[in-house]
């Protein structure tokens, strides 16, 4: 197929090698000049400058550009809903009908404030359970781009992430799972708060089966999926992975966070579901894919 990839970053990058392993041509769009170096299709520009014709010949638009955290979007708040809201909605009613635009939406619209740490888990909510009481630019962005396309655009396609992680190119070092396992291995302990608070997350190559599965499905496609590796809670999270190490767990000082779960049981359906591997296996794929500067240097 003819792929439009809108991101080179953290997740951009992961995809962009599957993606042209699978046979794939791939154009990349991202407006970082530096952050293209290796591709040997780019748009060095931002994709709010494409225009119709510009899109015509793709078969599939990936769309991994927005403000991607809870942070950056309340640091910027404006720019958050123009970008994950309304730049995304344009480009979406540019495109050519034909054309299947698959974007990151988010998990955490589901989201519960963890108020008691001895409460019950939240339900593992399928596409149709969205809190609709975002409390913050992130969620409220992603859930009224949500709604929003669901009207006024076609063969739309928004994958509700959960915590993404593992090792890629571009790594997001912020990200729990990567967080916790760079300190087992820079500082020999993981720091652990909020250990009752539950979180979906997804694992990068867990991301790309689902996202070149879903490339081939000819039928038409839901118009949310939630997409997701497993559901636990930060506590169990830190916990395998200390074990793996062999480090300790330090408690944190516990903060304001958010809990939810998802049920990704149609994603599986469509896609088939993806390699069983524990919490240890994962480990041991990052620290072997961790530069080994890191740990010198820490050490």
């Known amino acids: 197929m003819n792929v439009l990839l809108i991101g080179f970053g953290y997740i951009g990058s992961y ?24 591709v040997s299709t780019a748009l060095p520009c931002a994709y709010q400058e494409l225009t119709v014709k510009d899109f015509r010949e793709f078969d599939v638009i990936l769309w991994f550009a927005g403000h991607s955290s809870v942070p950056m979007s309340i640091k910027d708040p404006d720019g958050a809903v123009a970008n994950n809201c309304f730049d995304l909605l344009s480009l979406a009613r540019r495109k050519l009908p034909r054309t299947r635009l698959i974007y990151a939406s ?6 519960t404030e963890l108020s008691d740490a001895l409460s019950m888990p939240p339900p593992e909510l399928a596409e149709n359970e969205t809190k609709l009481s975002p409390v913050n630019p992130y969620d409220c962005s992603k859930i009224s781009f949500d709604a929003l396309a669901r009207c006024f655009a076609s063969n739309v396609v928004g994958l509700r992430l959960g915590t993404v992680c593992g090792y890629g190119p571009k790594l997001r070092a912020e990200l729990i799972f990567n967080a916790m396992n760079r300190s087992a291995l820079e500082r020999r302990f993981v720091p ?19 996202v070149l599965a879903l490339m081939e499905v000819r039928d038409e496609l839901p118009q949310i999926i939630n997409a997701g590796t497993q559901n636990l809670t930060i506590g169990e999270l830190a916990l395998a992975i200390a074990d793996f190490h062999g480090v300790p767990t330090v408690r944190q000082p516990d903060a304001k966070t958010y809990s939810f779960r998802m049920n990704c049981d149609q994603m599986r359906a469509l896609c088939g579901p993806p390699r069983s591997v524990s919490i240890a296996q994962r480990c041991q794929e990052f620290s072997a894919s961790y530069p080994a500067c890191h740990v010198e240097l820490a050490s």
């Open 192 to 210: 652990v708060a909020n250990v009752h608070a539950w979180r979906s997350i997804l694992f990068l190559d867990d991301l790309a089966h689902y």
């Open 15 to 38: 995809l962009y090698p599957r993606l042209t392993a699978a046979g794939h041509d791939v154009v990349v769009c991202d407006r970082r000049l530096e952050s293209l170096a290796g």
């Open 106 to 111: 988010t998990g955490s619209v589901y989201s």
